[in-house]
Every structure is written in C-alpha cells, then in structure tokens.
C-alpha cells in the first residue's frame, strides 16, 4: 500500500474538488456517475480517471452551477457525492453506503440514497480561496482519504473532509460500515494546538452509521494522564503533551479512540473502534504543515491529527 498525495493551491473550491477527485482516482476509486450541469453520463459508467475536463466552467467541466458526480471505494463500500452549488466555494457533500442510485438524477438533480449523510447541503465549503489544499489517500484497502486546506503560508485549518476506516478488528464484529466520515469548515480555521477539530468539544465531530441505518455523530476521544492533564493530543503546556520518547526522542503517533458517550440516546451510543490512518499528536507546538517521519511512515500535522503522507515536505506556499 502507498500514500497518493498532492499539494497545491487551487484558485478556488471547484479547483480543490478536482483535484480531490484526480487524486482518489488514481487510489483507485471509481467514478460511477457524473454530470458537467449540461450532460448526464449513464449510470455506473465506472471511470477510472477524473472524467472532467478542467475545474472552469463550460462543458465537460466541472466548475458548472450544479454539476455533480458520484465516487465510489473499489468493491463498493461506501459511495461519496460532490454537487457545486452557485459558486466555486459552495457545494453538497454526501455519504453513503448503499449508492446514491435513487430519485431521478438528471443534468443538474443528484441521485439520493436513503442511507445518506448530507455533511454540506448547498452550503460555504471553501472561502474564495481555499488556502493551501492537501490530500492523501491509500491506494490499497481500505482505501481512507483525508483533504484539507490551510491557510497560504501557514496558519488554521479551513477546511476538513475526510473518510476514514476503523482499524481491523476494533470495530465491534456487526458493524456492517467500518468508517468515520466528517467535514468542516470556518472562515477562521482550526489552531494548530486548540480547538481541535475532532474532539468531544468541537464544532465537528466524525459520522458513524450504526448497524441500525441511523447515522450519528461521534467523537475522537481525547487521552488524559491519570485524569488531570490531557496528553493526547498534544498542547503547548508542559504537562499538556506526552512527549518524544525519552531514549530517541522521538514522537510516537497515537492511534484515536472513537466513541458516542453513554449520556446520547443508548441505541446509538457506546464504543466504536480505533482510527486507521489518523492519530493524535503527542508532542505539543506542532504547527499545521508539519512532517513527521516515524521510521518507514511518513505523516503531515492538521489540527492536532497526523495524516499519513508521502516521503515529501510540502511546502506551504
């Protein structure tokens, strides 16, 4: 398995989902249906190349007032929608493990799914210009994907979307949908080293979808030494970290442990697993953009989250 991962500064929203969409293509998702707001393709056409022409707008492209296209995982695990809105900055985005294959797609109308989740219906996913945009996706099962924008030059995260698999065997053994899903945006962004953008506390949280169809929110729950001090992730205080290892000093990547607390409604609270590709930071005044390399694997810093990446430093603008 390897980390396909890309940088780069995209004019606009339209231009980030373009390249989001390259990227998980060449991962190996497949591209089961799309429009350029004009022309309708079949449907499980089953691309595997980003079928757009370009992020502007006219036809075969994808910067068109409604324009949409629909991407599944190899073997058809979950399925993703993209739908611009009126502008470049303003999309739906959607999740589903059955296939957006309902209603009655046309040109400009996106197929539904009864499963799905809407983490963006018409609403702001980029500011007018997104920042520095990064994505990483595994090209091997179970094919995990993590995109975000940070601000040019350095600074918050503005963006955040991402896919994400439970680690084999920490699910509970019925759970039929092994994986997180979440978005976020803020015109102002998420600190490197507060406000983290998973917690229990934040405005975001990650979606699970229960065995009972209903999808609910859940948390990446935070590490506390001995019950005063909050280790993982890490912040700027002396106590607030776990720190390097003291023999090679060095940061050990924690996996996170997500859960729904037990005061939510029983039926959809509880344990839920441990994160595949993300983990906390435990090291603090890690800035956002910061690499990390942890013997073979290679990681990039967002919002107390390590990512995994490629053997690149990317730069931050």
């Known amino acids: 398995m390897a980390i396909q991962a890309n940088t780069s500064s995209p ?14 293509c060449a991962a190996g998702w497949i591209v089961k249906r799309w429009s350029d707001a004009t022309t309708l393709s079949s449907d499980n056409v089953n691309l595997t190349a980003n079928p757009y022409g370009s992020a ?23 399925e993703w929608l993209f739908q611009r809105g009126s502008g470049d900055a303003t999309w739906t985005v959607s999740r589903s493990i059955a296939g957006f294959t ?13 499963d799905a989740t809407a983490l963006f219906s018409a609403a702001t996913l980029f500011s007018a210009t997104p ?23 350095g600074g918050n995260v503005l963006t955040f979307l991402a896919d994400e698999p439970l680690l084999s065997g920490t699910a509970a053994s019925e ?30 949280a990650a979606w699970k979808r229960w065995p009972s169809a209903s999808n609910a929110r859940v948390a990446y729950g935070t590490i506390y030494q001995q019950g005063i001090s909050q280790v993982a992730p890490a912040t700027n205080s002396n106590d607030g970290q776990m720190g390097p290892t003291p023999t090679g000093a060095k940061e050990v990547p924690l996996r996170i442990p997500v859960f729904r607390r037990a005061g939510f ?5 509880g344990w839920v697993g ?7 930071t435990t090291v603090g005044g890690r800035a956002n953009g910061d690499t990390l390399v942890d013997g073979s694997s290679y990681w990039i810093y967002a919002a107390g ?5 490629d053997s690149s430093t990317p730069a931050l603008s």
């Open 56 to 78: 502007s707008s006219g036809a075969g492209n994808l910067g068109n007032n409604l324009a949409w296209f629909r991407i599944a995982a190899p073997g058809g695990s979950r």
């Open 305 to 309: 989250v390590w990512v995994p990446w």
């Open 131 to 153: 920042g520095r945009w990064f994505v990483s996706c595994d090209d091997a099962s179970p094919y995990g994907w993590t995109a975000y924008a940070i601000t040019l030059g």
């Open 274 to 280: 441990l994160t595949s590709r993300h983990r906390w």
């Open 11 to 24: 004019a606009n929203g339209s231009a980030a989902i373009f390249t989001l969409l390259t990227q998980l």
């Open 175 to 204: 759970d039929t949908d092994p994986y997180l899903w979440m978005g976020y945006y803020n015109a102002t962004g998420l600190a490197a080293a507060a406000g983290f953008v998973l917690t229990v506390s934040s405005t975001v």
């Open 265 to 269: 409604d029983a039926t959809i609270a």
């Open 102 to 114: 309902g209603g009655s797609p046309s040109a400009t109308t996106a197929g539904t799914a009864t």
